[in-house]
């Protein structure tokens, strides 16, 4: 087997299948389970679509309440440039 330039990782179809515990998608942190214990931190969902044509596809993927408030933030701070800019 060849070896891969360095930076590159190689996995098998069998790590997107596999059971186990969530993970961010942007950062690949563990996120801990729902509990009902009041605390700051909420995990977050994305809403990715896209669309091709006449079809439409949406993906929810997991975020750690880190990367689901860096994204809010950015895509507000989006959102404002684009009103001011017309």
């Known amino acids: 087997m060849s ?3 360095k930076g590159f990782v190689s996995a098998s179809h ?3 299948f596999e059971e186990g515990d ?3 998608s942007v ?3 563990l996120l801990e389970a729902d509990d009902d214990d009041d605390g700051p931190e909420v995990r977050g ?3 990715l679509v896209w669309a091709r044509g006449e079809e439409r596809r949406y993906e ?3 975020l750690c309440p880190s990367c689901a408030s860096a994204i809010g933030v950015s895509a507000l701070q989006r ?4 009103e ?3």
């Open 79 to 82: 959102w404002e440039i684009e």
């Open 60 to 62: 929810e993927p997991h």
């Open 14 to 16: 069998s790590i997107l």
């Open 27 to 29: 950062c690949a942190e």
């Open 3 to 5: 070896e891969l330039p």
């Open 45 to 47: 969902r994305g809403l």
């Open 84 to 86: 001011d800019e017309g």
């Open 22 to 24: 969530e993970r961010c």
